[in-house]
């Protein structure tokens, strides 16, 4: 870890950007869409795209405007009016985006997604080469989630982490993190008079991780966290991620032209193939097989395939094709992949030689519980919750 800006930034060489704005910079800290300041964004986009930069923009505020044009002082905890504020807030944010963008000659286009979007192969697919097509005719595609439909099963849950899956999604070399903080502190600096601004990291490093509010420290509560962590994601995909103040003056034209603002966290993480990222950005899981130490060192040192005689336990429900984590005893997930049994088949074949896999199920679909090739490795812990 570095805290010297000693390289240019890496928007200056980016070709493909996501740009993701939070909410109290695109509302005016929750008093409604600041047409103002979208402007003044716009414009700077205007430029890079007549540079012939693509461009994606993640944009949130639609709960924040929601609340605002139904006079709703504080935020709903119920799901169904965070839910109705958000399809009434998304109206004047796509508006403020088109009405500026328009003024420019540039056309823009709306994409809602949720995490089931991504999580399911087809769609996966489907909105990548929407978004491919976008970016080929010269759009601005802006994309958000679709908060109106969203249940906590489905959803990505922050913007943050959304813009990482986008950016892994067009293969971006750069997402760019506008928020209303200059950058990642090396302490909370309303608390800590010393606190520095880190200028240059690794996207990936538990140290930074630990200091945005991770393992018992800091700044957790300005949603730090989930923008360095959305940094480790976009580094799967070889994204670079630069956490800056969207206030600062001319921030996306500076960027772009070299100068480093804010935090820079580099992608130097090996990148992982298309596949193997869209089972990593599996952010729910439909459960888990627990590993003897042996087929742990298979999959991990031995580079094999998972056989059913590996697996002591089986939790969750699953189908065949799904994706589970695969646990060490103690619950840490050490990968994933897409399972060919079922949970209930699964259940009946654990500990067993393969061989015996036609006699106990009356068939055998694949040799393998889960392939090599459908398999990729991940340092997080899982997401899938015992009921
Ligand atoms: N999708 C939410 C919205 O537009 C924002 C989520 C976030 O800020 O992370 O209101």
Redesign the pocket.
């Given at each position: 870890m570095t805290s010297t800006a000693t390289l240019p930034s890496a928007a200056q060489a980016a070709k493909k950007l996501v740009i993701k704005f939070?909410?109290s910079l695109v509302t005016n800290e929750g008093k409604g869409i600041d047409p103002e300041a979208v402007s003044q964004w716009v414009a700077q986009i205007a430029q890079l795209h007549a540079q012939g930069r693509q461009i994606v923009l993640v944009s949130?505020?639609?709960?924040?405007e929601g609340m605002a044009r139904l006079g709703w002082p504080r935020r709903p905890s119920a799901m169904y009016e965070l839910q109705a504020a958000?399809a009434v807030?998304q109206m004047g944010l796509v508006q403020a985006y088109e009405v500026a963008f328009a003024r420019h000659g540039i056309r823009t286009a709306q994409i809602l997604l949720t995490h089931e979007d991504l999580a399911d192969r087809r769609r996966y697919l489907n909105a990548r080469s929407t978004l491919y097509t976008l970016l080929a005719l010269g759009v601005i595609p802006i994309v958000?989630?679709n908060?109106t439909v969203v249940t906590d099963e489905i959803r990505v849950g922050?913007?943050?982490t959304l813009g990482a899956l986008v950016t892994n999604l067009i293969e971006a070399e750069t997402l760019i993190i506008l928020t209303d903080q200059p950058g990642l502190y090396s302490a909370d600096p309303r608390k800590d008079p010393n606190a520095t601004l880190i200028q240059q990291g690794r996207a990936g490093d538990p140290a930074l991780e630990a200091m945005a509010g991770g393992s018992g420290s800091a700044i957790g509560t300005g949603g730090m966290l989930t923008k360095v962590l959305a940094a480790r994601r976009a580094a799967n995909s070889g994204g670079h991620t630069i956490i800056a103040s969207g206030r600062e003056p001319g921030v996306l034209l500076r960027l772009a032209a070299g100068e480093p603002i804010g935090t820079e966290l580099r992608a130097v993480l090996p990148v992982r193939s298309a596949r193997q990222r869209w089972l990593a950005n599996h952010l729910r899981l439909h459960g888990r097989v627990t590993l003897d130490a042996g087929a742990i060192r298979a999959l991990t040192q031995g580079h094999r395939s998972l056989l059913a005689i590996g697996v002591i336990a089986v939790e969750g429900d699953f189908e065949r094709g799904d994706v589970v984590a695969c646990v060490d005893e103690h619950g840490i997930e050490c990968g994933r992949g897409l399972i060919n049994y079922s949970a209930a088949d699964t259940a009946r074949i654990l500990r067993q030689p393969s061989s015996r896999i036609p006699e106990i199920l009356g068939h055998m679909s694949d040799q393998e519980l889960i392939h090599r090739d459908n398999m990729t490795f991940v340092r997080s812990p899982t997401t899938f919750a015992p009921q």
């Open positions: 939070g909410s949130s505020g639609a709960i924040a958000a807030g958000n989630e908060d922050d913007n943050d």
